[in-house]
Structure formats: C-alpha cells, structure tokens
C-alpha cells in the first residue's frame, strides 16, 4: 500500500503515515504563476493499492482540483485501486436541492471522485447519514464520538456528577448524533434546540429548547463555521441556567471571524479534531485539538479492498 497526501493537512497525513509505520509517498505539485497545478508521482505505484488523504477546506476548490489530478496521475502511472481519505468532505451542506433552482453540489463532487477512478472513499461525521447514498462508490463513514466521549468522561468526572451534566443539539439535524453520544456516557441526558437559518442571509435564530438544561451543558455539532450556531447555543443555554457550556465539534471549518467569537465568548473549552488543519493564527485558548490519527489508520489497516 503506498500513502499519499495533498497540500491540504500535511500535518495530520504524516501522524497517521507513522502509525501505519510507513513514510508519505512522494509527489511533485508545481503551481503556475496563475494557480493553475501540474501534479506527478514521483513512486512506483504499478499493481498497487494507493491511499490519498485530502480533506477539502479551507479553499475546497482549489483541494477538490488537487485530489483529482492526484488520482488522475495514479491511475496513469497503474495503480490497482485507489482510496481516498477525505476527512473533511466539503460541500457535504449541499447534499440536497433546498431551494428551487439550486444545484446539489456534493452529488457533483461524488460524480466526479467514482468517474476520476476513485475505488472508495473515507471521511469523518458527515452532516447526514443520507450522505453516502449519493455515492455511486464505497463511502467508509468514520465518526469521533468515542473520541469526544473519552473527554466528556474526564470533564464529568464520570461516576460522579453525570447528574449535572446535559448533551445539547445545536438543531434537530444533529439528534442522531447526541443519541449516540449518549449512549456512550451511560445514558447521559440530552436536549435538542430549534434552529432556524435564513438560507439567504445564512442568519442563525433559535426559539427553545427541547429537553432540560443542566448545570454543565456539552454542545455537539458535526462542525463549527461562523461560530454563529455555537455561540447563539450558547447564549441560550446560559440564559436558561447552564454554567459551564463546553463545545465538541468535529470539523474546525472556522471560517471569517469564528476563532474570535469562539474565544471571546463565555464558553468553558471548545473541543474539535484535526480533519482540517488549524493553522496557528486560528488557535485559541480555550481551544483543544483532538486528533482522528488513530481512527484513520485502523481503518486503512484493517478495511479490505
Ligand atoms: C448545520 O446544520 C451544521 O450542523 C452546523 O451547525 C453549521 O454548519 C455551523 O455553521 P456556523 O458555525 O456558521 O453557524
């Protein structure tokens, strides 16, 4: 098997290449000076299976592009079977037409990753389980629930004040979600709040809450943008009596000012993972980056092809 990765999240392809015990294969990406990329494998790949880890933001065009000349080049020079580890699987929002005359865009994407030559694809909390319907090709759903229900456990102290603690579902969309997660933490009470976007405006309001709030209330989302969602959950929850709100969000998409309001707001920790790579300048201090390293190598360990 030989592992490969895009620009994109060098730093997470290289823990999960050392936990296969194996080093990145090497490729040559040239960029033109008008951003356009010439992309060459520089390894034997004939008859073999190949790995290649991208997740797609920030900038998803310009690492969707990346992938597939990736992909291309590996088919060209004979790989056997070619699996994609997108961790961060952008345009997953678009996964349906909402308004008359919109596109579906991730039903693009899928078109585009099985007709590239792509044999299967890996990727972590799809924002709905629908998801891998829309591939024509395997789509390996991995989840980092059980990673952030190992730090819930430390948080809560688990055996003793779990009676305090709630799971909170920033929109129905996510019920599935905290159920789960619930599960996991012996039945930890959850609660759902009514969300509503203005597809427009992107404007996030939310009308009540669903479930009782407790002293510690836990927000879990599949990814933090804006911040908008988290931070007016928050606002909520602490005006209906939490205390301590913490935040577990799988995908730090963290576009415009969202490290900021994260980090100004009153929340206790916000807890992501490392599907997309968060540069310095995006750290904060209440934030703590969990990483999928692990998760991601057992599954190309141990799926078959
Ligand atoms: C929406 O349904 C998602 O689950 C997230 O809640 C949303 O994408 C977060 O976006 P933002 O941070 O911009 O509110």
């Known amino acids: 098997m030989k592992f490969f990765s895009g620009a994109s999240n060098k730093p997470l392809a290289e823990k999960i290449a050392k936990k296969l015990g194996t080093e990145l294969s090497p490729l040559e990406i040239h960029i033109f000076p008008d951003g356009e990329k010439r992309v060459r494998v520089l390894d034997k790949v004939v008859g073999e299976e190949c790995v290649v880890m991208q997740p797609t ?7 969707y592009m990346e992938l597939f000349f990736i992909v291309d ?10 699996k994609t580890v997108i961790p961060y699987l952008g345009y997953q929002r678009q996964d ?22 792509v044999d299967e694809v890996i990727s972590f909390d799809l924002h709905s389980i ?3 319907e829309i591939f024509k090709i395997r789509l390996t ?3 980092a629930l059980p990673i952030f229900a190992k730090e819930i456990k430390k948080i809560s102290n688990f055996k003793f004040q779990i009676s305090n603690f709630v799971l ?11 159920k789960i997660l619930s599960q996991m933490l012996n039945n930890m009470p959850y609660a759902v709040i009514e969300k509503n976007r203005d597809l427009a405006t992107g404007r996030v309001t939310m009308s009540g809450i669903d479930g009782k709030v407790k002293e510690n209330a836990i927000i879990v989302d599949d990814m933090i ?7 007016t959950a928050a606002n909520l929850l ?3 009596g939490a205390k301590n709100v913490y935040v577990c969000a799988t995908h730090a998409v963290f576009s415009k000012d969202a490290p900021k309001i994260l980090g100004s707001s009153f929340l206790r920790k916000v807890f992501v993972t490392d599907t997309i790579d968060i540069p310095k300048e995006k750290h904060f201090a209440k934030l703590e980056v969990l990483s999928v390293a692990e998760t991601i190598a057992k599954e190309i360990k141990n799926s078959k092809s």
């Open 141 to 143: 759903h991995l989840s």
């Open 73 to 82: 080049a590996l088919r060209r020079s004979g790989a056997r079977r070619i």
């Open 238 to 240: 602490k005006n209906k």
């Open 57 to 63: 933001s920030p900038n998803p065009d310009i690492n």
């Open 225 to 231: 943008s804006t911040g908008g969602t988290i931070v």
């Open 168 to 178: 909170v579902s920033p929109d129905m969309g996510g019920i599935r979600r905290i």
């Open 130 to 132: 629908k998801i891998p």
């Open 96 to 117: 349906h037409v909402f308004r008359i005359g919109e596109a579906v865009s991730l039903e693009v994407i899928a078109t585009l990753l099985k007709w590239g030559g």
